[in-house]
Every structure is written in structure tokens, then in C-alpha cells.
């Protein structure tokens, strides 16, 4: 039997105990439980360029804001100047207009060249407005992107919460 410094003796002399190791076990897995969302979002856009990660991020934060407010917000995107601007279902004619000239413009490179919806009849083809409803769902639609010379396409589910980005020119038509 060895005999601590103390003096007094020991009969386990090294190891940690089982309460010990389900604390740094608890500790470790409730890191981990908040850092897997932000490992998926980094695989999602690893692949884009800060402005396209940050329209996907905007998008994103669309649809959350819509249900945390509970109001049905409308994103409207201009291809011709590269404009967006945001208006919910409680504006009337002078706040629209005032968020039609507050709305943000694409920065460098980025050009958004169309906007895509599938092909079910209830939309005009050249209709530029995706709506993000309060009760957490939104518009399908295919956002199609140029940055230099790469086109993208970003994909907003109805039902999901996160925003796909498929690095390529993709259009309803091809998954025909």
C-alpha cells in the first residue's frame, strides 16, 4: 500500500472517476450539439464567395424573421439593377416605397440573373417577388447567380429552413 505525501495511504493511486468522465463527456457533447449546425452551414457554402454566402445567409434569416415576427414577408429582386428590397403585408403604399429606395444592391461581382419558379401555372414568368409566409414555409423558387464567369444556383426549399447552393447552372426543366 503506498502512502501519499500526507502521510496518509492511498488504495487508488491514479485514474479519474466515473462521475469525472461523464462530466467531460457531458461537457464535450453539449459543445459539439451547438457547433454541428454551424459545421453544416460551413460544408453548405465552403464552396462560395463571401457575397454569395452572404444572400444565402440573408435568405435564410428571411424566413426566420417572418415566423419570429408573424408577418408575411415579401423579398422583391430586381436582375436588371441587382436590387432587393423587403416589404411585410402590414406596409402600406409609402413604407413600400420607402423600402424600395432603402433596398440593398449586389456587391462586385455578383449579378443575379433570374429568378426560377416551378413550372405549376400560378406565377407570371417574369415575376421577381419570393414570399417567406409566418407560418415558416416560403415560395420554391431557383435563384440563378453569376460571379466572374461561374453561375451558381441557390435553391429555397418551401418547407426547409436552410438555403442550397448547387454550384452550377440548374433549372427546374433539368430535373425533368
Known amino acids: 500500500m503506498r502512502t ?9 493511486p491514479s485514474g479519474f472517476t466515473f462521475v469525472e468522465l ?6 464535450f457533447s453539449i459543445v459539439l450539439l451547438f457547433s454541428i449546425p454551424l459545421f453544416r452551414q460551413i460544408h453548405l457554402t465552403s464552396n ?6 452572404g444572400l444565402i445567409f440573408f435568405l435564410e434569416n428571411l424566413k426566420l424573421k417572418a415566423m419570429v415576427e408573424n408577418k408575411n414577408l415579401t423579398l422583391y429582386m430586381d436582375s436588371g439593377s441587382g436590387k432587393m428590397y423587403v416589404t411585410d403585408d402590414t406596409m ?29 401555372g400560378t406565377r407570371a414568368g417574369d415575376d421577381k417577388s419570393i414570399c417567406f409566409f409566418s407560418k415558416g414555409y416560403s415560395d ?11 453561375e451558381m444556383t441557390i435553391q429555397v426549399c418551401m418547407f426547409q429552413k436552410s438555403v442550397h447552393l448547387i454550384d452550377r447552372y440548374v433549372s427546374y426543366d433539368d430535373c425533368i
Do not use: C, Y
Not at 461523464?22 to 461537457?27: A, T
Not at 462560395?48 to 454566402?53: F, K, T, W
Not at 402600406?92 to 405549376?120: C, H, K, T, W, Y
Open 4 to 12: 501519499s505525501p500526507t502521510g496518509k495511504s492511498r488504495n487508488n
Open 22 to 27: 461523464m462530466v467531460v463527456v457531458g461537457i
Open 48 to 53: 462560395a464567395s463571401d457575397r454569395v454566402s
Open 92 to 120: 402600406d403604399a409609402d413604407a413600400r416605397q420607402v423600402a424600395l429606395n432603402n433596398g440593398i444592391s449586389l456587391n462586385g461581382d455578383l449579378q443575379l440573373l433570374n429568378l426560377e419558379f416551378p413550372d405549376d
Open 140 to 150: 420554391r423558387v431557383l435563384i440563378h447567380v453569376r460571379e466572374e464567369s461561374r
